[in-house]
């Protein structure tokens, strides 16, 4: 939204840049705005004053002292005004997001001026103007807290005889070998089921739930979490369409290393997370698990689910409008690896698509710890969002540091520690339902809410650990000693009630000890899959025995679901896991580092780092490099990172490889056509590890990143030198730090595969950063052949068919003969191997080929194949159903962009004819396609247009459709030779 426009100044005199009374009339009319506008920013109203008595002292004393005094004054005027247009824009009213951030300023007689947007539209006339910086890069302000309302507290009454059953273990005490099915998680105190019943109420209330907004605010271990669970679990069985998210913090960093870049995308990760988990959550709505109703139609859900993570990368258009007259040194660039407008862009498309749904059938929105986001710009975005739904039903809870202000309307829900009686009933009925006397259970049960204060879940934990672990009827002195061991509070440090319980539990289970709560303080994210890996890594523990164990501690009140995504694991308790943590890090330094390995070494080889065949099925190997584009994957190696951080010395280069060459393979997957995010954040992370900046590498993945030039249709030899020259020596630092040599190849598995990318690498920047001499041909030749020869495993082949076709593709122009030869074959391993993106180029080099031979219809035919294999691309890409995307349309728009320059070079060599004749075949050869949608190509060579930004992300549109039309229709030309001719059209 555009903020007010400060009023044009004055001119004064046109020819006199300097004039004085111009440059005074230029800020007179802003005064007023400025002073107003800083009302509430006492340092810059205070320098607003000094500039002030500078142009008053100025007008005093005249001459050459008021000239200064006013272009001081002026400059300083124009940056505030800049400021308030800035602050304005990002407090304002976010009900119209359609309007993109914009800010229209108008200058004259300025010197040292700065002009900084939030992203989006710059409009700048600037006149007789010096040292102007025009940036478009800044984060917007976080919009000030609205005014707060009373809150609505729930009261904890008294104890009932019939509370509910506790969401505790299920282990039997360890005398007892079979253990007893999980416990229902369901609320478990009157007042947290008090609390459920009165969200519910309000949700079924004549509205649907429409407009209803509720804040619960907690601290840790206070059942905010459970609370959710069940206000979910409920809504569902409603038929409301229930999306329930938690907010993970963005990874900045602990040592205050990250630059504001490194930060915006980091913010930019924690958000993408939130739009994944939406989409998790709306895919299993319409494609629920076995024996669950679907609350979504499929097909509407697939749109809704395909809208939310299309609006993950969107990217939108930055407008620059600029008159300058008469000035010097003026700076206009957009800075920073991602301008925060995509944030805004991710928000207005997320809030538009849960708006429109919500607006449809009864929605409700749920968010878990938000108190991880507050003070951020992620935590800004989030509350943008729940505040741009007034048709859903929002839930959000955070802990109480987090919840201060609130806007109108949002009820509060606070869940406080329990009074003695209601805890004292508690934990008597649970005791006395495992056969304890009345009066014991009842004295024992005092003792725990003494000893947890009426802490909920230290209450239910230790009401489990009594009832598994000591006879009914054991005196309260012993209930004691056993939780406390001699801490005055249970929650003082003595959370080893917990440790010997679990590993004990653990111990009957496996039948012998085993050292199962260490591994649940390191994990962030439990899932079966990670216990199966390291209990059997470290402890022998069988396949089934560390189900047995996973399945008993899903339904421990000491451990917490991630939201309401069952499968997507589980971690220990914040309460419980935040302190003891930190102890053993500090306690026992070693072990936790080389736990830490133990997970860090399965998260890798979770991630295919080695190619698993096994895990790719019948998947062509280059299959394996779509896991960069799952959201679920790109979770996975943001928790591999963070176990990467705590690795010990003797581990730390290995994890450094893996580090490298994960982003490497991400880039050579994406960034070489492409710039995708996932690099951005890849880098961030890397910086925001413990002891980040001892990583002095991270800095050379990041000026390859800048420095490489993506797209094939941009990569030319002799363009952008300076660019391929930074991306050279980037590359060239990270071999000699590896200690890499070309012609010897690693049998390190990392190693080997940074070799393998980084020659590939090196063979473009020697060649598109050079003259494009014979020489240098050769030079790059010699990178690729390197890489290629590297390439003789059945997963590595299919890269080492792309190093060959590069080869061959330098000759291309100047030695058509040498060219054919070096490509001999290849287009035959390329089918057989089933990489449909290959052909593509092969294509294109085949038509170069062919132009250098002096047959330009070979180069027509051969570009207009190139163009079939290039549109069918988008759906059938590496793996069967796809859809187009960011990476598909740049490789289409290049293949469109040959052709274009084919059709230029010909008719300049003065043969238009075949220019004509190449167009007739191209539509005749194109004709199903266009007979197909109803249109006429007019005067083209038949080519379908390429996507819009709206069909990328998605099977939904026309596009997609005429795509996978052609590709059925087209079959049998898709099998041809990209060599084959295309034949002449019919007669008329």
């Given amino acids: 939204m555009s903020g007010p426009t400060p009023p044009p100044p004055e ?12 440059a005074a009339s230029s800020v007179a009319d802003a005064l007023s705005r400025v002073a107003e506008g800083l009302a509430g920013e006492p340092v810059l109203l205070a320098g607003f004053g000094a500039m002030l008595l500078v142009e008053v002292a100025g007008v005093a004393l005249g001459g050459t002292f008021l000239l200064v005094a006013s272009l001081i004054l002026g400059g300083y005027t124009v940056s505030l005004v800049t400021y308030l247009l800035l602050r304005r824009s990002g407090a304002a009213d976010p009900a119209d997001p359609a309007d993109p951030p914009s800010i229209d300023v108008k200058a004259l007689g300025v010197v040292r001026a700065l002009i900084a947007n939030m992203g989006g539209r710059i409009k700048a006339v600037l006149r007789f103007s010096w040292d102007v910086k025009i940036i478009d890069y800044r984060v917007p302000p976080t919009p000030a807290a609205p005014v707060d309302t009373p809150a609505a507290l729930v009261r904890t009454p008294a104890a009932s005889a019939d509370a509910p059953a506790a969401p505790v273990g299920s282990q039997r005490p360890p005398s007892v070998s079979d253990p007893r099915p999980p416990a229902s998680r369901a609320p478990y105190t009157p007042s947290l089921a008090r609390a459920r019943d009165r969200v519910l109420e309000a949700a079924r209330g004549g509205n649907g739930g429409r407009g209803v907004r509720w804040e619960v605010v907690a601290d840790s ?3 905010k979490t459970l609370l959710l669970e069940e206000v979910a679990s409920a809504l569902k069985q409603d038929g409301m369409l229930v999306l329930f998210i938690t907010a993970t913090a963005p990874q900045y960093g602990t040592d205050g290393a990250l630059g504001a870049a490194e930060r915006e995308m980091a913010d930019y990760a924690a958000c993408r997370r939130l739009v994944d988990a939406l989409a998790t959550d709306v895919h299993r709505a319409y494609a629920p698990e076995a024996g669950e109703e ?12 395909t809208e939310l993570l299309n609006a993950r990368d969107t990217r ?20 920073g690896t991602m301008a925060p407008s995509w944030l805004l862009e991710m928000l207005r498309r997320v809030t538009g698509a849960l708006d429109r749904v919500s607006r449809t059938r009864p929605t409700a929105l749920l968010v878990d710890d938000t108190h991880a986001v507050a003070g951020t710009a992620a935590g800004t975005w989030l509350a943008g969002m729940l505040q741009d739904l007034p048709a859903a039903m929002v839930v959000h809870a955070g802990r109480p540091a987090s919840a201060a202000a609130r806007p109108p309307g949002v009820r509060r829900i606070r869940l406080d520690l329990l009074p003695a009686e209601e805890t004292i009933g508690f934990v008597r009925d649970r005791l006395a339902a495992v056969g304890w006397p009345r009066a014991a259970a009842t004295e024992a049960a005092g003792e725990i809410a003494a000893l947890t204060r009426g802490h909920p879940i230290g209450m239910a934990t230790c009401a489990r650990i009594v009832c598994d672990s000591l006879p009914a009827g054991t005196p309260a002195e012993e209930v004691r000693s056993m939780l406390l061991g001699g801490a005055q509070y249970w929650d003082d440090h003595a959370f080893e009630a917990v440790r010997t319980y679990v590993d004990s539990t653990a111990a009957v289970m496996v039948g012998r000890p085993v050292a199962l709560f260490d591994l649940l303080v390191v994990l962030r994210r439990c899932t079966a899959k990670i216990l199966v890996a390291v209990l059997g890594e470290r402890e022998g523990v069988t396949e089934e025995q560390a189900c047995r164990l996973y399945d008993w501690l899903s339904g421990c009140a000491f451990v917490t679901p991630f939201d309401d995504d069952v499968s997507e694991g589980w971690r220990l308790h914040d309460y419980l896991r935040e302190n003891l943590d930190r102890g053993f890090r500090g306690d026992r330094p070693t072990e936790y580092a080389r736990l830490h390995a133990a997970v860090e070494r399965h998260y890798r080889a979770r991630m295919n780092f080695d190619e698993d065949r096994a895990e790719l099925g019948e998947q062509p190997a280059h299959a394996a490099g779509a896991r960069y584009e799952s959201p679920d994957w790109q979770r996975d190696s943001q928790e591999w990172l963070y176990h990467v951080g705590q690795l010990p010395r003797e581990d730390a280069a290995a994890g450094e490889r893996a580090m490298i060459r994960l982003f490497l393979e991400a880039f050579y997957w994406w960034d070489t056509e492409v710039p995708s995010s996932y690099c951005d954040q890849l880098i961030a992370a890397y910086r925001a590890l413990p002891g980040g900046s001892g990583l002095w590498w991270v800095p050379w993945l990041d000026k390859l990143r800048t420095g490489y030039v993506s797209g094939r249709a941009n990569q030319v030899p002799g363009r952008d030198r300076e660019r391929w020259e930074q991306a050279g020596e980037a590359l060239n630092a990270l071999w000699t730090h590896l200690r890499l040599r070309r012609g010897h190849i690693p049998a390190d598995p990392d ?3 940074i070799y393998i990318i980084h020659c ?3 063979g473009d920047v020697t060649w598109f950063g050079s003259d494009g001499t014979e020489a240098d041909r050769e030079r790059a030749a010699a990178w690729f052949r390197a890489s290629g020869e590297a390439c003789t495993e ?17 000759w291309a122009t100047t030695d058509p003969a040498r060219a054919r030869a070096l490509l001999d074959g290849l287009e035959e391993i390329v089918v057989e191997e089933e990489d449909y993106e290959l052909p593509v180029w092969l294509a294109g080099t085949f038509a170069d080929i062919a132009c250098a031979e002096n047959d330009p219809r070979r180069a027509f035919d051969a570009h207009l194949r190139a163009v079939l294999h290039a549109f069918v691309y988008h759906v059938r890409q ?34 238009p004819e075949e220019v004509a004749a190449a167009k007739a075949r191209g539509r005749a050869f194109f004709a199903p396609y266009w007979r197909h949608i109803g249109q006429d190509p007019g005067d083209t060579f038949g080519q379908p247009s390429p996507p819009a930004e709206a069909d990328l992300g998605t099977r939904l549109t026309a596009f997609f459709e005429r795509a996978d039309w052609m590709l059925r229709h087209m079959a049998d030309e898709l099998e041809r030779s990209v060599e084959d001719p295309v034949p002449d059209p019919p007669a008329p």
């Fill in 760 to 762: 590939q690498l090196r």
């Fill in 316 to 335: 939108p258009e930055f407008n620059l409008h600029l008159g300058v007259e008469h000035s010097r040194h003026v700076h206009i660039g957009i800075h």
């Fill in 294 to 305: 679907p609350l979504l139609d499929a097909t509407a859900g697939l749109a809704l689910e």
């Fill in 878 to 911: 590496e793996t069967d159903e796809q859809y187009p995307n960011r990476y598909t349309a740049s490789l289409y728009t290049s293949v469109l962009t040959a052709l274009e320059r084919q059709a230029r070079a010909t008719v300049d060599a003065g043969l």
């Fill in 221 to 223: 271990g206070c059942g």
């Fill in 794 to 810: 059945e997963e590595e082949r299919w890269i080492g068919n792309w190093a060959a076709w590069q080869v061959g593709d330098l």
């Fill in 11 to 22: 001119s004064g005199s046109s020819d006199s840049p300097a004039s004085a009374d111009g």
């Fill in 751 to 753: 190693l080997r595969r």
